[in-house]
């Protein structure tokens, strides 16, 4: 499942091509810190149950469900006695806390601590936002698992602000607190927080949660893609991280290519490439960047 030529750079290096892989692609600490406890736990238990995908990318979902790992959702918990059920790396609203409560199952809880900080946050500003009759925002994507997790802290009372637009669900005579999901980008925040500024008539305090493990990966991806004659995006179809980042790639560098798994390299793109980049999501596991790597070489070998 991994190359052996890999040097500790993520890099292969043959006389007439070079093979690196982008060492900021892949999987956030949460991500790897959520797939180590479902191992671990796989480790001694035939099964173990995760409250949605424990990552949006098929190859590993494929890969841990090889190993007993069931994606259900949180209702299905109600059916289940004596299991063990992980909740993911995004976390999860309080109902979610309540429904494993009354049942029967054990709760692995892989809840990112930079998450779990912010629901604690949130959570805070609502109770004192109660005080003064204030509003809590929250810039994210709706049905998100991460917003969901957030907004049940203030019980589903947080106003969610997907666009520009959302801003006229707020009332400016009202004190105003702001937060934002985790991955959004630091541009639509800085946005969102002056167009507040600009019309709160009362107090506003904006608070940037913005994860910095992914917020700068589009500029460094930019600038990676820039310095090779071909450039192979390892990403899943349905994940709009994969999407985004793959777009600044094809922007910085024409010869950028979408591959979901190594099959889907082709050949004659490769022809006249000397230097090869491989960059990824963050939800795209190191394995597969390395898989990649080894076919690319196999490829200009043969
Ligand atoms: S908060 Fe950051 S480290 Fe944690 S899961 Fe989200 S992106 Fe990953």
Not at 85 to 91: E, N
Not at 110 to 123: D, E, G, S
Not at 160 to 178: A, G, M, R, V, Y
Not at 266 to 286: D, E, F, H, V, Y
């Amino acid at each position: 499942m991994s190359t052996q030529n890999l040097n500790s750079r993520n890099l292969i290096h043959h006389p007439e091509f070079s093979i690196e892989i982008n060492n900021q692609s892949g999987f956030c600490f949460g991500v790897v810190n959520a797939i180590k406890k479902a191992e671990e736990n796989l480790s001694t238990d035939e099964k173990l149950y995760c409250i949605g995908s424990i990552v949006h990318n098929s190859q590993e979902v494929s890969r841990l469900s090889e190993k007993g790992l069931e994606i259900i959702n949180i209702a299905q918990v109600k059916n289940l006695a004596n299991k063990n059920i992980l909740f993911r790396a995004h976390g999860e609203p309080p109902e979610s806390y309540d429904i494993l409560k009354q049942s029967d199952n054990k709760l692995i809880d892989a809840t990112c601590p930079v998450v779990l900080k912010i629901q604690q946050r949130i959570k805070a500003a609502y109770i004192n936002s109660k005080k003064n009759d204030g509003q809590i925002a929250l810039l994210g994507k709706k049905n998100h698992a991460e917003v969901i997790g957030l907004i049940g802290q203030t019980d589903n009372n947080a106003i969610l602000i997907e666009t520009e637009n959302d801003l006229k669900k707020l009332d400016f005579s009202k004190p105003i607190e702001l937060f934002s999901q985790t991955t959004k980008s630091l541009a639509e925040f800085q946005n969102i927080k002056k167009r507040i500024e600009i019309q709160a008539k009362n107090s506003f305090k904006a608070n940037d949660t913005i994860c910095r493990q992914v917020s700068n990966r589009q500029t460094h991806l930019k600038e990676f893609s820039k310095k090779f004659d071909a450039v192979f995006f390892v990403g899943d179809l349905k994940s709009s991280n994969s999407k985004v980042l793959y777009q600044e790639c094809k922007r910085a560098n024409e010869n950028s290519f979408f591959i979901v798994s190594p099959s889907d390299i082709n050949a004659a793109t490769l022809k006249n490439a000397t230097s090869i980049g491989i960059c990824g999501a963050t939800s795209t596991p190191q394995w597969l960047m390395e898989d990649v790597a080894k076919a690319i070489e196999q490829l200009k070998l043969s």
